[in-house]
């Protein structure tokens, strides 16, 4: 169970401000963006789930994958928790684990007990986002090494290719001596 002053700790050490630095970038020019940076300001633009959908569809759409459907005017508690479960459901089609999601009632009510589920939800999507789209260190050496040895093949493909046309060709010079030599004689 986390308590306020879990909350507490966790927005003093920066993570809510990074969240919605992050959610204002994604949705950049198709949502308003978040005005101030505290819990209250935070809750407020999400707690429709309308900025929460139109993030995950952006990402969903750069991998291609089906975006969520959701209602873009949101005024009741009803539609705004169906918004909250669309964009839960939406951040597990794009690959976040079923454990970092949060409840509907988590944003709705927005206690700064629960609402740490929303914020470490969003942080956890970003972490999600950064991995889909950059290479870890073992993957750029493999990576590496494949393309050293596909090099390697080719030089030695073509070193093998020379000998032998070198070979055939010294053949064929030694045999028209050969034939030469027994024609004359």
Not at 12 to 17: Q, S
Request: proline share 2%; charged share 20%.
């Amino acid at each position: 169970m986390f308590s306020p002053q879990k909350y507490d700790e966790v927005e003093a050490g920066g993570t809510t401000n990074a969240v919605m630095i992050w959610l204002n970038a994604v949705v950049a020019g198709d949502h308003e963006p978040i005005a101030s940076h505290n819990q209250k300001e935070l809750h407020r633009a999400l707690r429709d789930g309308v900025m929460l959908c139109k993030v995950i569809n952006k990402l969903l759409e750069s991998k291609g994958k089906t975006l969520i459907k959701f209602n873009k005017k949101a005024g009741s508690t009803f539609v705004a928790m169906g918004n909250s479960e669309a964009f839960c459901k939406g951040c597990t089609d794009y690959g976040l684990d079923k454990e970092s999601l949060f409840q509907s009632t988590d944003l709705w009510e927005g206690r700064k007990g629960p609402f740490l589920n929303v914020i470490n939800c969003i942080h956890s999507l970003g972490f999600c986002v950064r991995k889909v789209n950059q290479y870890t260190v073992v993957e750029a050496v493999v990576v590496g090494v494949v393309v050293v040895v596909v090099v390697v093949v080719v030089v030695v493909v073509v070193v093998v290719v020379v000998v032998v046309v070198v070979v055939v060709f010294a053949a064929i010079v030694i045999i028209a001596a050969v034939v030469e030599t027994f024609f004359k004689s």
